[in-house]
């Protein structure tokens, strides 16, 4: 027996309104503080909650509660990388935003015979690079990638992509991160994002 279709009103969260899956309601709950959000059986159930102010349920209903954990330790005033790749090798882009508001602040991409970790890695360098220029040494940043943020601790991405003259792009975009990573010192932290305590990083495409 099919699924039967819900509709999600998010009247706190990344980013207000009313969304066709969980997936995409998650995206903008898990990690929010103190998200509000309810899941209904029709739009027009959704449409009209969602033209009002959130009630919080008396008893128990279809309301789904982000754990009191979940967001515990995040530091929200950080930027937060990420990569998104269709293939390996493949179209690849990565990005950086704020890590409460998920406010765009780079973008770059797609960029031809990429890899994710490669990605991962540019995201990194790109963003500490960034907060350099603007002595900025206080804002840290986010990574779901324990590969990527090894690669810049050791100010070499170590992988295996071969270069074509379709990706020369992103081998430039590499030698530039490893050169810069070699003569600029930084007192950025670098911290993991703990996915399976607070969900998807906020720079998360929302490609899985």
Not at 156 to 184: G, P, Q, S, Y
């Amino acid at each position: 027996m099919a699924k039967k279709k819900k509709y999600y009103v998010v009247w706190k969260g990344a980013k207000p309104g009313i969304y066709d899956t969980w997936k995409q309601c998650q995206s903008q709950v898990i990690g929010y503080p103190n998200a509000r959000f309810k899941s209904f059986s029709t739009k027009a159930e959704a449409e009209r909650a969602y033209s009002k102010p959130y009630v919080p349920p008396a008893k128990k209903s279809t309301l789904r509660r982000v754990a009191s954990h979940s967001n515990a330790g995040i530091e929200w005033d950080s930027i937060s990388v990420d990569a998104a790749c269709s293939g390996n090798p493949g179209r690849m882009e990565y990005r950086g935003v704020e890590t409460q508001k998920k406010d765009e602040i780079f973008h770059v991409g797609p960029l031809q015979e990429g890899t994710n970790n490669v990605g991962e890695f540019l995201a990194l360098v790109h963003a500490l690079a960034m907060l350099n220029k603007k002595g900025d040494s206080k804002t840290p940043i986010y990574s779901d990638s324990k590969i990527a943020i090894g690669w810049v601790k050791r100010k070499k991405a170590n992988t295996k992509l071969k270069r074509t003259h379709r990706n020369e792009r992103i081998f430039d975009l590499m030698e530039r991160a490893e050169a810069w990573l070699k003569v600029n010192t930084y007192k950025t932290r670098i911290l993991k994002w703990e996915t399976k305590r607070w969900g998807e990083i906020p720079a998360d495409f929302g490609r899985k």
